[in-house]
């Protein structure tokens, strides 16, 4: 018997592609249009007259691809990026400067040619075998194979190619690396100014107590007995001073625990509930695991001290070679990433692996901060701390409140 459910599904599946040709159908004139003010706006920006016309045309066709690239998307089943180069904040001459050196402009051109030929032809098509009567058992069988060659050729033209995805990751690359240095820098720089206002002034102050008692011993006990006891105060300190250093550098639970569980005691530490899911059944290597343990504790310390949340959440997972982390809260949301230097610091420290940072955070909330970086995983520890915790809550009193569910990124730093 066979399953009616299927085969409404994919009923709807056509129909839904039978919509996106419709609209394909509906953005013929548009671009025409657009390749009209391209063309004209091109000519006469010898004499820069063209310039208002390349302003309007060039961010409409940006939208016209956008929502191209979602119907492709949603056709194709599979991601359709926007990789425009950014030209937020710049002045307008030399927004005209990078958009016109960005190949991508040039591909939205050749898109365009393509949309209102080949692709406009396919569409029409597709519209017409759906009305038609005679036709219907035709558009049936044939407006899949046409709206994905229809949706293969706009990923093709509007998606990077290769030389494009290769020059931007050697750019990128360039780019971490020089901040990987320049952290590097300021690490030993800060290593070196702990070290030299906290133990080594208490380890001065331990060698001086402990001269002036042995030079009491002999007419003053009981003075040099304070000043040992001084000194062994001064001991802890410089012990307690030693050990925040070591923390810095790497935090001891994170090499007992792993991730998982260092982000459980970070989380212990919140004033407010923080449960923590993972689903990790290795570890990363341990450099990246110690940048994205620092980028958890730094989201944390901003639900703390910004959210006002009355819950918050961490969720780890390791999926198609990607370690992602979500740290999240109910808070009031509006948070800004591009203001202070903490997340800017998270920023470097992923960038050094090739990772990023999204931030959803509308006013109201929730904010959710999602870490994902490219990793391997390797076979967890035998030790039973460092076994992949089963998810949990990381507070001992009360239960926090069912966790939102995850909204979509609106902001990537690159």
């Not at 002045?91 to 016109?100: S, W």
């Amino acid at each position: 018997m066979p399953d009616l459910t299927d085969d409404r599904d994919d009923r709807v599946s056509r129909l839904r592609m039978t919509g996106y040709a419709a609209l394909q159908v509906l953005a013929f004139v548009p671009l025409v249009l657009l390749f009209v003010l391209w063309v004209v706006g091109g000519v006469l920006m010898v004499i820069w007259v063209g310039a208002p016309l390349l302003a309007v045309a060039i961010p409409a066709t940006r939208r016209l691809a956008g929502s191209h690239r979602r119907m492709a998307s949603a056709v194709l089943g599979t991601s359709v990026p926007e990789p425009y180069a950014p030209i937020e904040g710049l002045p307008f001459v030399q927004k005209l400067r990078v958009v016109a050196t960005d190949p991508m402009t040039w591909r939205d051109l050749a898109w365009i040619l393509l949309s209102i030929t080949f692709g406009f032809v396919v569409a029409l098509v597709v519209l017409v075998l759906f009305v038609g009567v005679a036709t219907w058992w035709v558009w049936y069988y044939a407006v899949g194979p046409l709206m994905r060659a229809r949706s293969a050729a706009d990923q093709w033209l509007l998606s990077p190619g290769v030389t494009e995805r290769l020059e931007r990751r050697v750019e990128r690359l360039t780019e971490t690396r020089a901040d990987a240095v320049d952290h590097s820098a300021a690490e030993l720089r800060r290593l070196e100014r702990d070290l030299h206002d906290g133990a080594q002034a208490r380890l001065v102050a331990l060698s001086l107590s402990l001269g002036m008692a042995d030079e009491m011993f002999e007419r003053d006990p009981d003075g040099a007995r304070r000043l040992v006891s001084d000194a062994r105060e001064t001991t802890d300190s410089a012990l307690a001073e030693l050990r925040s250093v070591v923390r810095g550098i790497h935090p001891p639970v994170l090499a007992d625990r792993g991730l998982v569980g260092a982000a459980q005691a970070l989380a212990l530490d919140m004033a407010v509930p923080v449960r923590v899911e993972s689903s990790l059944d290795g570890r990363p290597p341990a450099p990246l695991e110690s940048a994205v343990y620092f980028a958890i504790a730094e989201c944390l310390a901003n639900v703390g001290k910004h959210s006002g949340a009355d819950n918050g959440w961490i969720r780890i997972d390791h999926t198609d070679g990607v370690l992602r982390v979500e740290v999240g809260d109910d808070g009031r949301g509006g948070a800004d990433p591009t203001r202070g230097t903490g997340m800017t610091g998270v920023m470097r420290r992923l960038g050094t692996f090739d990772g990023t940072m999204m931030v959803s955070s509308p006013v109201g909330g929730p904010t959710i901060v999602t870490l994902e970086v490219p990793c391997v995983l390797s076979s967890p520890r035998t030790m039973p701390s460092s076994a992949p915790a089963s998810p949990s809550s990381s507070r001992a009193t009360g239960s926090p409140s069912p966790l939102p569910s995850t909204t979509p990124p609106t902001w990537t730093p690159r």
